[in-house]
């Protein structure tokens, strides 16, 4: 288990480097115009703030510190999506569609249970999958939050779906309590979707071409429409899939807004010959890093963007980016014997959380409000690479980094932009060559990488690409230490000390995040 | 006359189970079967075999 984010190390790091409780800051943690610049109550209606700040989907804040847990309950599915193959199952393969294990709702249960003793950072249970949540009537779904909801009170309940049996079941879903529902859109022109469904079973027939498309299409709307007007909180995710969908999410992102859509999640298509997907069998391509900011970018002052998806599996546990699913198989769990109900330590976790929050707002403002007064607030942004492991703290070693956060920093201040997925460049005490090639393509675009701990290897080869690497902030907070990182970098961009990495572009990677730590 | 399931390309996600109309569909010894007793290919119920039409694996087929 050595691939664990024990909650002692982030609560520990928490009591020490927390801002002193003197600090004057309202208990609303908001006492400025515009704090939360992403997040945070200020662009948001404290009644849908409550409902996602401790979910790590909805709230790019809460994914630092909230875990989630698939539940893989719903096998069947309804459509056929040429980015999907549902005859792959492998361990070692992170992307939605995949499990290892299939539950009855009852496993499920007994599966929830166990690891919501053991991560006190769980605050969400889905059901994404591997199918379909709503194909086959439903049945598993609604059986396990029904039983869920009377076990294990305190834990959030929300699916994923593509929409095509949607509207039949929006009632059953307000009455299960369940408010937040994710829609896979990835077209609002079935001219568009024949070319991504090649078919959909619906109302005991096969549709295929434009018809099925177009049945899908209006059926995604009418469920879209028929959620938000019960006040329930709607995540669209969209897959980016170059030459066929990638300008047209401007339109998907116009459409869902319209419809009251809380969130946008744009992800890359994943695609891989191995994967033996149509997609990937054709040689259709994903977007690169580059490419998919830029979509991401142009649909910014629509419907609210995510960017910290990790599109993970629809049996997933744990905080997102990483994969503890390894550690809780049946087996493991039918060998656990009573398991209890207990959400003290939960409980505990979320009042930690809530009081970390607290002081976080002033001290952000505090460095982006330096920022702008030594730099100006016309400098250019940049982006930086950062190693962690959560609790939004540069608090991972870069050989043992799996992913790296990335995050966009200038004088108006520093915001989550996205992640690279890398293999992990320090197995067993040793570095590998070709490994470091794959991190460095990944952050490529990136000024700097900050981390808590670098060898002086990787260091020199960083350092030869262009990329600095920077542990002087070690354990700091990550948004504060990014601004202060943007203030020197300004000043010696200003004298001619460092070169600009503005047009870079780098390359994003879509393998498995189970890869254990040596 | 009846439908049976190739359990070799199966993915066992068991949307045919909750499509087919004579409840000849069960999960049985890891893998579901078809009973030909009840299978009747949907004749005179639906357009086409609702297994069939269903399946992702495209492995319900004519016995």
């Known amino acids: ?167 039949e079941n929006v009632e059953r879903i307000a009455q299960y309590n369940i408010d937040h529902v994710t829609i896979t859109i990835n077209m609002v022109d079935p001219e568009i979707g024949r070319h991504i469904y090649p078919w959909i079973f619906y109302k005991h027939k096969r549709w295929t071409g434009l018809d099925a498309a177009k049945i899908l299409h209006e059926q995604q709307m009418l469920g879209l429409e028929m959620l938000t007007a019960r006040g329930i909180l709607v995540k669209i995710n969209s897959v980016m899939i170059p030459g066929v969908n990638d300008t047209h999410l401007l339109d998907v992102n116009k459409a869902v807004k319209a419809r009251g859509a809380f969130l946008h999640n744009i992800m890359p298509l994943i695609s891989d010959p191995a994967h033996g997907t149509h997609f990937g069998l054709t040689g259709q391509r994903g977007p690169t890093a580059q490419e998919l900011k830029v979509v991401q970018d142009a649909c910014e002052g629509g419907a609210k963007l995510m960017r910290h998806c990790r599109q993970c599996r629809a049996d997933a546990v744990g905080l997102l980016g990483e994969d503890r699913g390894e550690e809780f198989t049946t087996d493991k769990i039918e060998a656990m014997g009573e398991i209890g109900y207990d959400e003290e330590a939960r409980r505990t976790y979320r009042d930690h959380v809530e009081a970390e929050r607290a002081g976080r707002h002033a001290s952000k403002e505090a460095a982006k409000a330096e920022v702008q007064e030594t730099v100006g607030a016309e400098a250019a942004p940049i982006l930086i690479a950062v190693a962690t492991k959560g609790g939004e703290r540069i608090n991972e070693h870069f050989g043992h980094a799996k992913e790296f956060q990335i995050y966009e920093v200038g004088p108006s201040g520093a915001k989550f932009v996205g992640h690279r997925r890398v293999d992990q460049y320090c197995e067993g005490g040793s570095g590998d060559a070709d490994t470091l090639d794959g991190v460095l393509a990944a952050i490529n675009d990136c000024a700097a990488v900050l981390v808590a701990k670098i060898g002086g290897c990787p260091s020199k080869s960083l350092e030869a690409a262009g990329i600095e690497p920077v542990d002087r902030f070690a354990f700091e907070y990550i948004e504060e230490s990014a601004l202060a990182y943007f203030k020197d970098h300004a000043e010696r961009l200003g004298r001619g000390a460092v070169q600009s990495r503005a047009g870079q572009d780098a390359v994003i990677r879509t393998g498995a995040l189970t890869a254990r730590r040596a | 006359m009846a439908y049976k399931i190739k359990s070799a390309e199966c993915t066992v996600c068991g949307a045919c189970e909750a499509e087919c109309p004579n409840i000849a569909i069960s999960f049985k010894k890891g893998t579901y079967i078809i009973d030909p007793t009840k299978c009747s290919e949907c004749e005179g119920q639906f357009d086409s075999p609702q297994c069939a039409s269903v399946c992702p694996a495209d492995c319900c087929v004519p016995a």
């Not at chain 1, 690891?115 to 439903?138: K, M, R, Y």
């Open chain 1, 1 to 167: 288990m050595g691939n664990v984010i024990s909650l002692d190390s982030i609560l520990g790091l928490g009591e020490l480097k927390a801002p002193a409780e003197s600090t004057p800051v309202a208990a609303s943690g908001c006492s400025s115009s515009s704090c939360g610049s992403s997040d945070g109550p200020a662009d948001m209606d404290p009644a849908v703030w409550e409902k996602v700040k401790n979910h790590p989907c909805y709230s790019e804040e809460a994914h630092h510190y909230f875990a989630r847990m698939h539940v893989a309950v719903a096998p069947a599915c309804n459509i056929q999506c040429n980015y999907c193959n549902r005859k792959y199952d492998c361990s070692n393969e992170s992307r939605p569609g995949v499990v290892s294990e299939k539950l009855t709702p009852d496993q499920a249960i007994r599966k929830i249970l166990a690891v919501a003793q053991e991560i006190p950072q769980l605050s969400v249970i889905g059901i994404a999958g591997p199918g379909d949540s709503l194909a086959a009537g439903a049945r598993n779904t609604f059986a396990t939050f029904e039983h869920l909801q009377k076990k294990a009170p305190d834990l959030k309940l929300c699916l994923s779906t593509n929409g095509l049996a949607l509207p």
